[in-house]
């Protein structure tokens, strides 16, 4: 059971490294420069799943024994 949990969190963190990477590409490089509040309001959005699922994969690595 321990592998299984070492492996899920190895997953979960290159999920996560992945999604930082489309969220980089998706929000730096759009064609839209209008910045407004809805802009914002979805990169905050999307910065908090990236960062609850950077703590999951790293709560899947230092599961106590």
Do not use: E, N, Q
């Not at 992945?18 to 309001?41: C, E, N, P, Q, V």
Request: aromatic share 14%; glycine share 10%.
């Amino acid at each position: 059971m321990r592998a299984l949990s070492i492996i899920c969190g190895i997953c979960v963190l290159f999920a996560t490294l992945a999604y930082g990477h489309i969220l980089h590409h998706h929000f730096m490089h759009s064609a839209d420069d209008g910045r407004g509040l809805l802009f914002w309001a979805l990169f905050l959005l999307a910065a908090a799943v990236g960062f609850f699922s950077l703590i999951g994969g790293f709560l899947l690595l230092k599961r106590p024994r």
